[in-house]
């Protein structure tokens, strides 16, 4: 048996709202686009138990149109309930064809609340606050990227700022940290956020939630490095594998990637998620990095992740990528990307090479003007890659 699915353009975010209240009530599933144009490959009809269709590139740039059914979705917000502070009001911040965008709309459904539409466009702290003021339900969440995460926290310690100089400031302009503080969590997720951008956050009163997880899983399902729900972590070879009622159900047309992403062991659908990470005696989960992002740079492996890490705890690089670039000696080397001032090399490497070792130090720092992103809001890793090649210094 089959249902129809039905296009519709992200950037009308109560028309994607409305399409999965009557999806997840049984009618057609909704396929968001970035657009309004209607790719000739898309299907007019998916199995049954299929309510929304994801497209993702991942990091890695290869598009996916994740399957999910309305059973994943509404345990995945089931299981969010139950580990933050039970059903609330949202605010919607994130790209209502990204997968952290439609949970927010998803768990506003199942709480029979309104959420509060930022809209889509560049993010402005100053609109968030005043879209935060709009919210009227005593739990209030909303979710975010790394990104906005520290352009609010900027804001927000600009306002201390200039009440510390006895500036003053206009009324849209105060408000960002009260905001922030005004919510009963605040998510964080998409990609790694960095330890240095989570305790300025905490310093300041918010009250942060690392997720993670991925389209795959309807989105996040381990907080704080727990598992939510009835969700189980193992490692595998090195490797997270996810379980739980919240997994997709194929990737459409795609058997051969279906097969390579789902396995089946001890009567459980398991979900291998491309992490390699580690689980402690205490069940928290610590995710270390993509199982591709490790190069062999003069014969010895460096994973990109770890290095990052360590990059982006550095001031003023909160936001840097670090990527693989081809080297006539070493192989490959890792190579840093921000758009801020550049920082000192040699200082850098030196904290890379204290907690990563020699093989790690970042052979350069790109500078650009702005990161190529994915239509996830993740940085585009393979455009960087590109963009670094030909960067080299004389």
């Known amino acids: 048996m089959t249902r129809p699915l039905r296009p519709i353009d992200a950037r009308d ?107 889509p466009g560049g993010f402005d702290p100053r609109a968030f606050a005043r879209a935060a003021r709009r919210l009227d339900h005593p739990v209030r ?39 922030l503080r005004g919510f009963a969590a605040v998510l964080v997720g998409g990609q790694a956020t960095p330890a240095s951008l989570i305790a300025r956050a905490r ?47 194929e990737y459409l047309a795609d058997p051969e990637r279906t097969e390579a992403a789902l396995t089946t062991r001890d009567g459980l659908r398991w979900y291998r998620t491309g992490d390699h990470g580690t689980v402690s005696d205490e069940g928290v989960l610590t995710v270390t990095g993509r199982l591709d992002d490790v190069i062999v740079s003069g014969g010895e492996k460096v994973s990109l992740g770890v290095v990052e890490r360590v990059v982006r705890e550095r001031p003023g690089l909160d936001a840097a990528v670090v990527v693989r670039s081809p080297h006539p000696r070493w192989g490959e080397v890792p190579v840093v990307v921000t ?28 500078v650009l003007a702005a990161l190529p992103l994915l239509s996830s809001g993740k940085p585009d890793r393979r455009a960087l890659e590109r963009a670094v090649g030909g960067d080299r210094p004389n």
């Open 203 to 249: 310093l300041l009163g918010v009250p942060i939630v690392r997720t993670y997880g991925a389209s795959e899983t309807s989105g996040g399902c381990v907080y704080d490095g727990v598992p939510v729900g009835r969700t189980r972590v193992e490692i595998v070879d090195g490797q997270i594998e996810l379980s739980g009622p919240s997994l997709f159900d």
């Open 339 to 366: 758009t801020g001032a550049a920082p000192d090399l040699l200082e850098l490497r030196r904290a890379v090479v204290e907690r990563a070792g020699r093989a790690a130090a970042p052979d350069r720092v790109v």
């Open 13 to 119: 975010q109560g028309a994607v709202l409305e399409a999965l209240r009557v999806a997840l009530a049984g009618g057609p599933a909704v396929a968001p686009r970035t657009d309004d144009r209607v790719p000739d490959d898309l299907p007019a009809t998916v199995p049954v138990a299929v309510a929304l269709v994801v497209e993702t590139s991942g990091s890695t740039g290869h598009a996916k149109r994740v399957a999910l059914s309305a059973d994943a979705l509404l345990a995945g917000a089931a299981a969010a309930d139950q580990a933050l502070s039970g059903p609330g009001q949202w605010l919607l911040a994130l790209p209502a064809h990204y997968i952290a965008g439609l949970n927010v709309l998803v768990r506003s459904i199942t709480a029979g609340t309104e959420p509060v539409l930022l809209g």
């Open 141 to 179: 969440y909303v979710s975010l990227v790394p990104a906005q995460l520290a352009a609010l926290l900027d804001a927000a310690e600009s306002e201390r700022g200039s009440e510390a100089a006895g500036a003053g400031s206009a009324p849209d302009d105060a408000g960002v940290a009260g905001a």
